[in-house]
C-alpha cells in the first residue's frame, strides 16, 4: 500500500496543517480622515454704487494623504464637499435698490483629473438705507469611487492617487472665474456688510483587512494527535 511508505510524522503534520489554515472572514473597516474646511469673510465694500462689482473668495483646495496599503485592499474611497454661504449688509444712498448674488458653480478634482460638476446660487435686496440678508443652503456633491471602476466610470489616475506614495489634492474649481474661484459673489449699492463663504470637505477609505489565521481549536489538536498515534500503530503492526 502507498501509504505504508509515508512518515508518519509527515501524516500528522498534515493534519494539523489542514487545520491551522482555517481562517477567520476578512473584517471590513473604515477610516475618516478629519474634515477640512476654510472659510472667507468678505466685508470690504468700499463706496456704494450703482455699478455692480464682483468678489471671487479664494479657490478651495485641499492636500489628502494616501491609502495605506498596509491596513489592506482598498474597495472604495468616497469625497464629500459641502459649501455654505451667507450675506448680510445695508444698502448705500445711490440711486436705486441694493443687491447682492452668491453662484456656486465649476467642477471637483482629484489632482489634475475631474469627476464631477454642480451650481447653485441666491440673492437678495433692498431699498437705500435698509438692510437685508440672505444665505444659501448647505450645497456639494458626495462621488464614491469604487476600486473596481477604475478606468470604467472614472479616471484611473485618480484610483493611482487614493493608493499612491505622494499626497494628493482635493480642490472644487471653476476656470471662468478669476483664480479658478468657484466662487462668484456680485453685489450693487451696498454700504457694508459680511459675506461669508465656507467650504468642507472629507476623504473617507473603505477597505477589507487581510485575513487573519484563526486560533487552532484546542479539540482540533487533541484529535490530531489521536489520529497520528493510531497511524503509527497500523503502520508498526503492517510492518511487523
Known amino acids: 500500500m502507498f501509504?505504508?511508505?509515508?512518515?508518519?510524522?509527515?501524516?500528522?503534520?498534515?493534519?494539523?496543517?489542514?487545520?491551522?489554515?482555517?481562517?477567520?472572514?476578512?473584517?471590513?473597516?473604515?477610516?475618516?480622515?478629519?474634515?477640512?474646511?476654510?472659510?472667507?469673510?468678505?466685508?470690504?465694500?468700499?463706496?456704494?454704487?450703482?455699478?455692480?462689482?464682483?468678489?471671487?473668495?479664494?479657490?478651495?483646495?485641499?492636500?489628502?494623504?494616501?491609502?495605506?496599503?498596509?491596513?489592506?485592499?482598498?474597495?472604495?474611497?468616497?469625497?464629500?464637499?459641502?459649501?455654505?454661504?451667507?450675506?448680510?449688509?445695508?444698502?448705500?444712498?445711490?440711486?436705486?435698490?441694493?443687491?447682492?448674488?452668491?453662484?456656486?458653480?465649476?467642477?471637483?478634482?482629484?489632482?489634475?483629473?475631474s469627476y464631477a460638476g454642480n451650481g447653485s446660487g441666491n440673492s437678495g435686496g433692498g431699498s437705500p438705507g435698509n438692510t437685508f440678508s440672505f444665505n444659501v443652503e448647505s450645497y456639494g456633491n458626495t462621488y464614491q469611487f469604487l476600486t473596481s471602476n477604475a478606468g470604467v466610470t472614472y479616471n484611473p489616475t485618480i484610483l493611482a492617487d487614493f493608493i499612491g506614495a505622494n499626497p494628493y489634492s482635493i480642490t472644487h474649481d471653476s476656470t471662468s472665474n478669476p483664480g479658478n474661484s468657484p466662487y462668484k459673489f456680485a453685489y450693487t449699492n451696498i454700504a457694508s456688510g459680511s459675506a461669508t463663504f465656507t467650504t468642507t470637505a472629507s476623504v473617507t477609505y473603505d477597505y477589507v483587512a487581510p485575513p487573519v489565521p484563526a486560533p487552532l481549536p484546542l479539540l482540533g489538536v487533541g484529535a490530531a494527535l489521536t489520529w497520528s498515534r493510531r497511524l503509527r500503530r497500523r503502520c508498526a503492526q503492517r510492518q511487523g
Request: aromatic share 12%; net charge negative; charged share 5%.
Open 3 to 113: 501509504y505504508k511508505f509515508l512518515p508518519t510524522a509527515t501524516l500528522a503534520l498534515g493534519a494539523m496543517g489542514l487545520l491551522t489554515m482555517t481562517q477567520a472572514n476578512p473584517a471590513q473597516a473604515v477610516t475618516l480622515l478629519q474634515p477640512f474646511t476654510t472659510t472667507d469673510t468678505f466685508t470690504n465694500f468700499p463706496t456704494a454704487s450703482s455699478v455692480e462689482a464682483t468678489y471671487y473668495p479664494p479657490l478651495p483646495q485641499f492636500t489628502v494623504q494616501p491609502f495605506n496599503t498596509a491596513l489592506g485592499t482598498l474597495t472604495s474611497t468616497t469625497i464629500v464637499w459641502a459649501t455654505t454661504a451667507s450675506f448680510s449688509g445695508t444698502v448705500g444712498s445711490a440711486p436705486g435698490n441694493g443687491n447682492a448674488s452668491f453662484s456656486l458653480g465649476g467642477s471637483y478634482y482629484v489632482d489634475g483629473a
